[in-house]
């Protein structure tokens, strides 16, 4: 006889926020830690989202008309440096083999921290004349930063992602590419992952090593505080001069092609947890779902029962849904817990009394709604549900960002805002790195970005006071 | 105007196989040499075979239940130590991260060359019980082995592969496991890649580090040479007891369970171009090949001769086929010659006579016949010309497989087979590494496998003559 499994409790997410992060992540079984401080094992679960996500996104990516190659995992230093800014940028951060065997090498190695080198390095031998452009590749690996503070999913040494690698015969196409690919993302966040999202562009400060400049979308977590969803840079033809990238125009001129790069990493899965889980765990959006129903049988022993709960999820299945049935031998409510704590969208339960009256109960994992639905009408009812979940999460998230992004015309009603009720702040900006300096020291706040949906609130640049164009939108960030 | 491109030779494959296929792999733009010795740009193309092996191959995976994961990409020295057998065949060949950031690390880092180790640690942490079993995972990863001589897709330092690792709770299921898997390489090698196989067992001196047992499917190039498909290892518990990994049986007894792994790499794309590539390039067989048929309309610039062109290729996109037509400023004969270097397996051309008759024709890429087809036959026929190309590939290296797989009954019998047509010789061998050496020496050939499929060729071992009941098949492998 099975023994009643323990229901696992985690931290109240308004008493520690990170100690209930880190609950949830392996309570709800998606990371374990590996011997090396910074890698993390993504467990079967993390890896169905993940595998989720990837799927969307990359028959996105290809109806665009990108193709997905394989770079080296290891980059030469010598290849490393041949960009100044970008090698500024990362070297502090890599990390380097510098033995092959038994042998020294003669050149140390780094493990790739993110492979514009690579790609440059590639198109140098293989471009020839604009019929070979746009070249658009996309990349999925993982890369390695050094990073000294970690964290699963939000920061850590290593981390899956796909690196999108562009290179056009105009300033204008590379333009164009850098911000379709930023709409892809916006998209992917706010209609696949329920994530409300903020999109504009990066100040000088902030913009990727070796851009010229980079767009981003920006998410609120239950905490207020920020995550940057994934970004897309415009790098005009400064790599390919760096690297001779040449190519013959159509009057057999020749000419520097201009280049992008753009990502997207599991960073987001830690973003997913942060927007929409609870006291309760994880809480998952039904588009991305490994499991978006998991069938519960209630008093499963008496006659029928069994039977009638294979045949519901036979018929989901069938309607095209992730479906499971839970037939293990722990108790109802431990399955409910368990089930909740995995974020599973949907559960259905289904008894000897439901059988009678031709129907089951679907519980919405979102707001804990019970919801009777006729048997004869389970094909049309619960996709109907996994939509109203996945609407519902969308709209309590994006209440959470309108409610808690605020107007401030000074520092200290920044500050005071920050201090007291947290959330993003919306200022104008003069544009200079010293104001933004100024608001890391005097309110303890990054810039997130230039949002391309400008408000003007105020003529002044809230640190100095000088005239100001810009409206900046600012945050504590993760 | 556009140029007429020059059509790419490639050296005659019986003049100089291995520049033949060098050739093949640059030519059709299936790779790039990186900077790194031994590490090898996958190109879109390869990139879209090697997707396409995934697919079918994860599908089969999660058909039988098994669940990808993510582990770290490095492995502290410590950890790789830990099974004796295990780090004696791996250590000598692997990278070593010694610094991370500016910092050197207090212990160095390998970058993964398999993962078992990881595997283990990570099921020492999470296994409790006999519920948990059997743990069924899988990881698509790229790992790093430092080779001396190195190519493309057959040996390079870094290459792609899945690998399957699982715990079971009995030495019977992990040996089931085991076999199955095996027979699922078996079964995709012929079913999608058209590459027939022998089954069978490696000998002590070929077995996997660290294994009881390593299974293989062998397979026989156009050069009659081996190469090694994939391989099935079951590892007993002697992991488990290393890495202190026990489960407690439904008994409440604590017990170590039973381990295998199994994997495919990239190589298998080599083993792709060198089973079925002809003089004028690569060959795909039509369930691996990212583009089917190729349209080509002939005299394009005719009325009526690219609407028709394009209707053709809707039909057959709209039937689940992958199609392209090429609509380049080429001359058609340049096309013909582009797409058959690049192997695809059936192209289309139609032209302005074509369209007055109301057929196409269709040129088969394995034999270079032609064949008329009626345009209102174009669903059914297609298909069937498709699963054509797909068997003729297989009987073609089915008969080169089975034409050259020689019984010997002597050194000499072996030696002269060997010089003189090549291919396979099967023999009987007493089962000591002395026999299996004196091969090596005198015949110049290594034990493949001992073949599921035994034949009773004689009764004493071809090296030593004393009594011997197994048939071993020895060849040159790649």
Not at 144 to 170: I, N
Not at 233 to 262: E, M, V
Request: net charge negative; charged share 25%.
């Amino acid at each position: 006889m099975a023994k009643e499994k323990k229901v696992e409790q985690i931290t109240d997410m308004d008493v520690d926020f990170a100690q209930w992060f880190t609950d949830v992540v392996t309570k709800a079984e998606l990371i374990d830690y590996s011997g090396v401080k910074g890698f993390f094992i993504l467990r079967p679960y993390a890896y169905a989202i993940w595998e989720n996500i990837q799927g969307i996104l990359d028959n996105r990516f290809k109806e665009l008309g990108h193709e997905n190659v394989s770079m080296p995992v290891l980059i030469p230093e010598s290849l490393l440096q041949k960009e100044k800014d970008h090698v500024e940028g990362f070297a502090p951060e890599v990390a380097w083999v510098t033995h092959g065997g038994s042998e020294e090498l003669a050149e140390r190695l780094c493990v790739r921290p993110t492979s514009e080198t690579l790609f440059c390095d590639h198109w140098s031998h293989v471009l020839r004349s604009w019929r070979d452009l746009p070249m658009l590749y996309n990349q999925w690996c993982s890369v390695l930063r050094w990073e000294k503070t970690t964290r699963p999913f939000l920061r850590g040494r290593e981390f899956h992602w796909q690196e999108g690698h562009t290179l056009h015969a105009t300033k204008e196409e590379a333009e164009l590419e850098t911000q379709q690919m930023l709409n892809v993302y916006a998209d992917f966040c706010e209609n696949s992952l329920a994530m409300p999202v903020i999109k504009g562009q990066k100040t000088e400060k902030e913009k990727f090593a070796g851009a010229v400049s980079t767009y981003t979308v920006e998410c609120m977590m239950h905490d207020k505080k920020a995550l940057q969803g994934g970004t897309s840079h415009y790098f005009g033809d400064g790599f390919a001069r760096a690297f001779d990238i040449q190519f013959t125009d159509r009057d057999n001129k020749l000419c520097y092609p201009h280049q992008t790069s753009w990502g997207m990493s599991t960073r987001i899965i830690g973003g997913l947890i942060m927007t929409h889980g609870d006291n309760s765990g994880l809480v998952l959006p039904p588009k991305i779902a490994p499991v978006q129903v998991m069938v519960i049988p209630i008093a499963m022993h008496k006659e029928g029962v069994l039977e009638k709960a294979d045949a519901l999820t036979a018929r989901l299945k069938a309607g095209g849904l992730r479906v499971r049935i839970d037939k293990s031998e722990q108790s109802p409510g431990w399955k409910f817990a368990e089930h909740e704590m995995k974020g599973i969208p949907l559960r259905i339960e289904l008894g000897p009394k439901d059988i009678e009256n031709g129907q089951c109960v679907a519980v919405r994992r979102d707001n804990g709604e019970k919801i009777t639905v006729g048997l004869s009408e389970l094909e049309m009812k619960i996709p109907e549900l996994l939509d109203a979940v996945q609407q519902g999460l969308y709209d309590k998230a994006k209440k959470n960002l309108t409610d808690n992004t605020r107007p401030a015309l000074s520092l200290d009603e920044a500050r005071g805002i920050i201090s007291g009720k947290g959330g993003f702040v919306k200022t104008m900006w003069c544009g200079s790195l010293e104001c933004e300096m100024k608001m890391k020291e005097d309110a303890g706040v990054s810039s997130r970005c230039i949002p391309f949906e400008q408000e003007h609130i105020g003529h002044s640049c809230i640190a100095c006071g000088k005239p100001a164009e810009k409206m900046v939108i600012w945050g504590v960030a993760y």
